[in-house]
């Protein structure tokens, strides 16, 4: 793969903090290395503006390495820049050309507030978790993975589903920014293996409740979340979740 180095305009949203208004500021970079990271040219960048007596970029970030999806950011009007399934950590520069004018900015949604700049807080996500609670297995030492036997298509679909990071892409993307598609992933991982059974029912209606109440939209089944989603989560678990939401209420004491 050729090696090439460019110069950039970076058109990027900078806002102080959630009370204040906002605004997008041109930068310039050069000599930006095709083989670097989007983060690593926001370094450069940074470095730039710290010479230079300005306050750096705020932006989330954390491995690095594609897991924790920390990274959250629209770029060119796409979460996550445009490649497929792909965080912001792991874009390479090679995705741009010389020359070109790249357009960042935060996630944008009433449930992820604006910390600072490009970096929004996702703490809604960690009380929808929370609100499912623990599952009620005494685990003991571990055990071997043979040990419950579970049929390959349910074991390959939570694990699918378990793949989920959390970043908010789905979020992001979605024009009603709902949250469905992570709370489906986080309730289906759990509901098709029998660990998760005993709160089975409660997890899922007090998670559907958490979310409502964090101000997440509802799902229209656009599909917009799963196309942009960097894990690839089907929307199959949306509907996954919808039948466990159902069964909960027609079931319950």
Not at 29 to 44: C, G, K, P, W, Y
Not at 108 to 115: L, T
Not at 204 to 209: G, H, S
Request: negative net charge.
């Amino acid at each position: 793969m050729e090696h090439y180095v460019m110069n950039l305009n970076l058109k990027v949203w900078r806002q102080k903090n959630s009370a204040s208004k906002g605004e997008f500021k041109m930068y310039r970079v050069e000599n930006i290395s095709s083989e670097m990271s989007f983060l690593e040219m926001f370094d450069v960048l940074n470095e730039q503006l710290i010479r230079d007596g300005e306050d750096p970029v705020t932006f989330d970030h954390d491995c690095r390495e594609g897991i924790c999806g920390a990274c959250s950011m629209y770029i060119n009007g796409k979460p996550h820049g445009p490649w497929q399934a792909n965080t912001t950590c792991q874009l390479h520069m090679r995705a741009f050309k010389d020359g070109d004018t790249i357009v960042v900015e935060p996630w944008r949604a009433n449930a992820f507030p604006v910390i600072k700049d490009l970096m929004v807080d996702r703490s809604a996500f960690d009380r929808i978790i929370q609100a499912g609670g623990y599952i009620s297995v005494n685990t003991g030492n571990a055990v071997d993975g043979n040990a419950l036997p579970i049929e390959k298509d349910k074991a390959d679909a939570s694990f699918a589903a378990a793949m989920c990071i959390g970043c908010g892409a789905c979020v992001a993307a979605c024009k009603n920014s709902s949250a469905m598609l992570f709370l489906s992933a986080k309730v289906s991982h759990l509901a098709l293996l029998p660990q998760g059974n005993p709160e089975r029912k409660s997890r899922v209606m007090n998670m559907v409740a958490q979310m409502d109440k964090e101000g997440f939209g509802a799902c229209t089944n656009t599909g917009a979340c799963e196309a942009t989603c960097p894990k690839e989560i089907s929307i199959s678990n949306i509907a996954r979740l919808n039948q466990e939401y159902l069964m909960a209420g027609l079931t319950a004491e």
